[in-house]
């Protein structure tokens, strides 16, 4: 094939037949946001170079190799946004947001670039269901964001997956933490990768997040950061922890996790799955009381996590969980010659006015052949329609699962019997369920 007719390296393409899972996790995704409180909020899918430099941090995997940067006609560096925050506290801080009564509890979907190897779970254009809220630096907060997380994988119908959550510390408490972690890892400079050489002097933490299995392998005896915790800090991941059993949410303290963007302060968490392979953390996320300042906006503690939808999708189809069914076409009309096209396509206007999926042939196919079709499109109900059904007013309604026919007027009433034909359907499927469930 060539070139361009196949999709670069890292995307991927919804075909109509996988998009209504799309669909289902991102309706999941609003009414769980809205349950929450959260209000939804879209920026644009280039920004500043600079806003993600300062945002993410220098010294992150993401600015560090994986950004989508290039200069613009008019000469300015301009990146695709690897991740939401940052735009977020940028529309935030642009637009005043932060003036109004807190907290604000905003969530987006959206696509993110990353330029990164690609492999299953790991694209370099894929998509974030994310939340942020601004404004508290109370532990009920980051309590409660967790919660949100937690309701959306239920309302999902996903299972086993694990909550993993850990304090790295206010930039005070991480002083000394710093000076332990340099100290460790100084001593094993040599095995270190390039990368993680550099990170040494700027940032010791982010050798701890480094996917090098050497430098992960060193990693495993670094000195833990929830040993190193000042007491306010301390308090603050007690106070998490106990709001989380007050609403029955397991989890496990994992002093290995930091995150691999720079922004997090207190508490990180993520959910992890043991059933995606490698890939396996579907949402991370925590507390980020710094960033809005590095920003240049006025001192707001805030928190949030972004999740991924090519992630979750995965784990949706691994466990099996079954997805809602499709929208099928509720009526079918197949028209045979000139007049009876013009009676279908007045017919098909009518019923879409009244909210009925309906169709009609525009392939000029004969009827076997839209039969055919309307078979193979699920439709529920087909009505032929020819020179003698003009002449007569009255066309035959075939019910296609069952087979049944029955007469329907083409005149004034044919919407009236099309609604109490589905009206009576509809009793039949309850009265069924209900005989079903008295058996
Ligand atoms: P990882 O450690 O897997 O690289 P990350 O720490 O870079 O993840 P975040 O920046 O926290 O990830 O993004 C939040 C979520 O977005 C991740 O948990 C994951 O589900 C998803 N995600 C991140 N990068 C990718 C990617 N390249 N392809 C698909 N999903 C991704
Ligand atoms: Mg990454």
Not at 133 to 162: M, R, T, V, W, Y
Not at 207 to 227: F, H, N, R, W, Y
Not at 287 to 293: A, H, N, Q
Request: hydrophobic fraction near 35%; charged fraction near 25%.
């Amino acid at each position: 094939m060539s070139v361009m007719l196949s999709a670069p390296r890292g995307t991927q393409d919804v075909l109509p037949s996988q998009s209504e899972k799309w669909q289902f996790v991102e309706e999941t995704a609003r009414k769980t946001a809205a349950l929450f409180g959260f209000k939804e909020i879209r920026f644009p899918t280039f920004e500043h170079t600079e806003l993600f430099c300062r945002g993410v941090g220098d010294t992150t995997d993401v600015v560090q190799k994986e950004m989508y940067t290039f200069e613009d006609k008019g000469n300015r560096s301009i990146t695709l946004r690897p991740e939401g925050t940052a735009s977020v506290v940028r529309v935030a801080l642009s637009n005043g947001l932060l003036n109004d009564s807190l907290p604000l509890k905003v969530y987006y979907l959206t696509s993110c670039f990353r330029y990164e190897k690609p492999q299953a779970g790991r694209l370099r254009e894929f998509h974030q269901y994310g939340v942020e809220c601004f404004g508290s630096k109370e532990p009920i907060a980051d309590a409660q964001l967790i919660a949100s997380a937690d309701a959306f994988f239920k309302a999902l119908g996903i299972k086993n997956l694990h909550l993993e959550i850990n304090s790295i510390g206010c930039p005070e408490c991480r002083k000394n933490y710093h000076n332990a972690l340099k100290e460790y890892f100084e001593a094993q400079k040599d095995a270190l990768c390039e990368t993680c050489k550099g990170r040494l002097e700027k940032n010791p933490m982010r050798i701890l997040d480094c996917k090098s299995p050497v430098c992960s392998e060193i990693a495993k005896g670094a000195p833990k950061v929830t040993d190193y915790l000042c007491d306010e800090c301390d308090e603050h991941f007690k106070g998490v922890q106990g709001y989380l059993e007050a609403m029955n949410i397991k989890f496990k303290v994992n002093p290995t996790i930091v995150r691999g963007l720079d922004y997090y302060t207190k508490t990180v968490f993520e959910f992890v799955s043991d059933e995606i392979g490698a890939q396996g953390t579907v949402c991370g996320g925590g507390r980020y009381d710094g960033l809005v300042e590095t920003l240049g906006g006025p001192k707001t503690c805030a928190l949030g996590y972004a999740m991924g939808i090519e992630r979750l999708l995965l784990l949706l189809e691994a466990q099996g969980v079954a997805f809602p069914e499709s929208d099928k076409c509720e009526m079918y009309i197949a028209p045979m010659g000139d007049k009876a096209k013009c009676k279908a396509v007045e017919l098909v206007s009518l019923l879409r006015d009244e909210g009925f999926r309906a169709d009609c042939d525009i392939m000029g196919r004969g009827v076997k052949a839209q039969m055919k079709y309307a078979n193979k499109i699920g439709a529920q109900y087909v009505i032929v329609i020819g020179d003698n059904e003009i002449e007569t007013g009255f066309a035959n309604l075939k019910d296609m699962q069952s087979g049944e026919e029955t007469k329907i007027s083409l005149g004034d009433s044919f919407i009236k019997e099309f609604y109490d034909k589905k009206l009576s359907a509809a009793c039949g499927d309850v009265l069924a369920s209900f005989e079903n469930l008295t058996k």
